[in-house]
């Protein structure tokens, strides 16, 4: 499977933005769909999770701002922000991971799509 992440941007603090993540195939059997970031000078972080059953986490720093979901129909993943800090600018990157009884079918990440938030 291949990932296309998009919908990064400028924006100013207290802002929004919708960031999409599309998949060259179904998304209905991949177990985890995330999203995660990185800042620069700083290690990648999870952002969100979305499971199969659609149980969410979220990092404590997003909470009640941001929510993750997906519309199999599309083969697509979101991430909406809402309320945006400047401390959110970062590249963001969609994963996805796929296990099975055999094991492990795939773990990808997209090609990370950038988030600036002014200030």
């Known amino acids: 499977v291949q990932l296309q992440a998009s919908g990064g941007g400028l924006v100013q603090a207290g802002g929004s933005l919708r960031l999409s993540c599309t998949a060259s195939?179904?998304?209905?059997?991949?177990?985890?769909m995330a999203w995660y970031r990185q800042a620069p000078g700083q290690q990648r972080e999870l952002v969100a999770r979305i499971g199969s059953s659609r149980a969410t986490n979220y990092a404590d720093s997003v909470k009640g701002r941001f929510r993750i979901f997906k519309d199999p129909a599309e083969n697509t993943l979101y991430l909406q922000m809402n309320l945006l800090k400047p401390e959110d600018t970062a590249v963001y990157y969609c994963?996805?991971?796929?296990?099975?009884?055999?094991?492990?079918?795939?773990?990808?990440w997209g090609q990370g799509t950038q988030v600036t938030v002014s200030s």
């Open positions: 195939e179904s998304i209905a059997a991949i177990n985890v």
């Open positions: 994963n996805a991971y796929r296990v099975t009884a055999s094991g492990p079918v795939y773990d990808v």
